[in-house]
């Protein structure tokens, strides 16, 4: 057995789990590891292996869903922790991911995204905790990976000049357009981190995962996170329902709304423009180049909005269109 291993043995060791057999599940984008453990009995447990020599940090996982369950929110319950060693044993929510959900039955998915909003709709009128801020500046320089990682696998280099100067302007239409009070923000709210369990009463028919990067910020950005989704396609019909059924839940400010919800999906999608090459580049995980093209599609769409108009062509001029030969780029 390897060191790990056998830091994983004890840990389920000491709490009872050393019987239960084992499934590993598949990962994600990050370094966490996940498995299923299930007993005699049927009864299942996950367990995350986040090991804090490649970065992992259990503690705001625990944080945050003690926050969200706090609000009787279905995050997993935390069974037993080792933050030292980067080992939680989670409830287990089932594989009922909304993009498995759907695909199983087409016909629920305007009840899934309606439920996905009025979840938000209850977490926005709800205390922030202690959270650090997407802050205009913080998000300008996140749009910094389409250049430095997005830009530089393409075209060679990261264009600095230009990158420094967006920074600047976005950082002041931010300013201008994500006004308001700050709310609880996920950063990631979407039909591959939402679990579906019709078992249970309202909001909680929502299970939430991959929450511990939340950050306070504008009530916009989680919603464009779950209806500007990088990995499938969201119907046009129930993108505008559910921006209509969040205003009217919340009773903001329609225009000012919108205006910020184009502009949060900009700042979004240029970043996961970003991250999507690097995981490819520098982890070899290639698969997520073939997102692109629609990550592409809802920052172009998100540009046509009169709030970007002073960046909008400049930054079409100088960021690479995935067409074949940006992808094969991206793929090397």
């Not at 945050?64 to 080992?87: C, F």
């Not at 093209?293 to 709030?307: D, I, K, N, Q, T």
Request: charged share 25%.
């Amino acid at each position: 057995m390897t060191i790990r291993n056998d830091e994983i043995a004890g840990f389920l060791a000491a709490h009872g789990y050393q019987s239960w057999t084992h499934t590993t599940l598949a990962g994600d984008a990050s370094t966490r590891c996940y498995r299923r453990l299930t007993a005699d009995t049927g009864q299942t447990v996950i367990l995350m292996d986040w090991p804090p020599e490649t970065g992992g940090d259990t503690r705001p996982f625990v944080e945050i869903a003690t926050y969200l369950t706090g609000l009787n929110v279905s995050a997993p319950q935390v069974l037993a922790q080792d933050h030292d060693r980067g080992l939680l044993l989670i409830e287990d929510l089932g594989d009922a991911l909304f993009t498995q959900a759907i695909a199983a039955q087409p016909q629920t998915e305007t009840e899934l995204y309606e439920a996905a909003t009025d979840l938000l709709v209850q977490l926005h009128g709800a205390p922030v905790p202690d959270l650090s801020p997407l802050t205009p500046r913080v998000m300008a320089e996140m749009t910094g990976l389409a250049f430095t990682e997005y830009h530089r696998a393409v075209r060679g280099d990261s264009n600095d000049i230009v990158r420094a100067r967006f920074e600047d302007q976005f950082e002041e239409i931010l300013r201008r357009s994500l006004t308001g009070d700050m709310v609880f923000v996920h950063r990631d709210y979407h039909a591959e981190n939402l679990i579906w369990l019709p078992d249970r009463d309202g909001i909680r028919r929502v299970g939430v995962i991959d929450f511990q990067d939340a950050r306070a910020g504008h009530r916009s950005y989680d919603l464009a996170s779950l209806l500007q989704d990088a990995r499938r396609d969201v119907p046009k019909r129930i993108e505008t329902e559910m921006i209509e059924r969040y205003i009217q839940a919340t009773g903001i400010d329609e225009v000012s709304f919108r205006r910020a919800y184009a502009v949060a999906g900009v700042q979004r999608n240029m970043r996961i423009l970003g991250i999507f090459a690097h995981l490819s580049q520098n982890l070899g995980k290639r698969q997520y180049i073939d997102f692109v093209p629609r990550v592409w599609a809802h920052f172009e769409r998100g540009l046509s909005h009169p709030a970007l108009e002073t960046v909008a062509e400049a930054l079409l001029d100088v960021l690479p269109e995935p067409n074949a030969d940006t992808l094969e780029k991206l793929r090397a």
